[in-house]
Structure formats: structure tokens, C-alpha cells
């Protein structure tokens, strides 16, 4: 059985997101899809909330787990018996970041094999920060992300600023 681990921090899972997922559906028996716990980051959604909404977006998938980890992703993936980490590569911005985790994970787990794979087009300038500014100033996300994202989103922008 390949397991792959799909790691991020997921705030929120998008259509991009999905769409990575889909394409490691079809090289991997089963994709762990799992939120880094990232103390330096501040991020919109609680853990409890991103993982709802994840496994709400997933409801339909065959093959996926979804859970949240600390620490190393090598370790993570030993752990879980994981021989590949899958990562979505956007632009030329992604890649310098990219390889530098890749290649330092490689370092610790010469095992672990990094796959990039590409979104389709449409998805290329999409990720979670441009998504939450857009829904902050009341823009439409519908295109963007899956519609348990959309509730959410409202929800949190209505609270965050009740006028
Ligand atoms: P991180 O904080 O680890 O970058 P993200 O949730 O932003 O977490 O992204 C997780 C993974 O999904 C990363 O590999 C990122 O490049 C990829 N990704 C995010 N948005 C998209 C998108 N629109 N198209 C393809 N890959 C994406």
C-alpha cells in the first residue's frame, strides 16, 4: 500500500488544494492530508474548525485520512509508514522554499520521497492568504474554495466585524 502525506496549514483548504489532492489520488493508495502545527503562525481558523471543514470538502474522497501533527514531517511519516510527501508547485515563488524543505528532509529521511505536482491552471495564483483577504473586504470566493469553506468564511468575517 503507498501512503503519501499531504501537509499544509490548510487556512483554509481551497479548490487549489483539492485539486493537488485529487492528482495524488491517482498515484498513491492512500493520501493523509494533515495540518502542521506551526507555532510562528497566527492563523484565521482554529485547528478544530480546519479540520471540519476539510472533512466536510472531503466527504465524497476515497482513500484520505485527515489529521494534524507537531514536529518533524520525517518523523510524522515514518510514523504513519508514509514513503512520499506530496506538495502543490505554483510558481516559480513556491519553488525556492520548496526545494529547500524538500532537500532538508531528504537530508533527515533519505527515504521519504517529495512529489510536486501541478494544478491546473485556473488555481495557479490561488492560496489561502489572497482567499481570506478577498473574503475580509466582502469579495467574492465562491470560485475558490468548497462551499463548507464558504459558510465559514462568512461566519468569521460577520464576527471578526459585526456592522
Ligand atoms: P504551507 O503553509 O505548508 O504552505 P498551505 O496550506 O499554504 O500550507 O499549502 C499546502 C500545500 O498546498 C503547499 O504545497 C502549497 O504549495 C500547496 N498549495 C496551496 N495552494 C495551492 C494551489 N492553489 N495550487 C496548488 N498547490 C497549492
Redesign the pocket.
Known sequence: MKIAI??????P?????L??LERALRLFDKVIITI?R?PS?NPLFTEVERLAMIREALQTYKGVEVDAFDGLLVEYARKKGATAV?????AIS?FE??LQMALMNRRLNDDLVTVF???NEK???????IVREIARHHGDVRDFVPPSVLERLHEKIRHASPT
Do not use: C, Q, W
Open positions: 499531504y501537509p499544509g496549514t490548510f487556512d483548504i481551497t479548490n487549489g488544494h485539486d493537488i502542521a506551526n503562525k506530496v506538495r502543490g508547485l505554483r513556491d522554499y520548496e505536482l501541478m494544478p488555481y495557479t495564483y490561488l492560496n489561502s492568504s
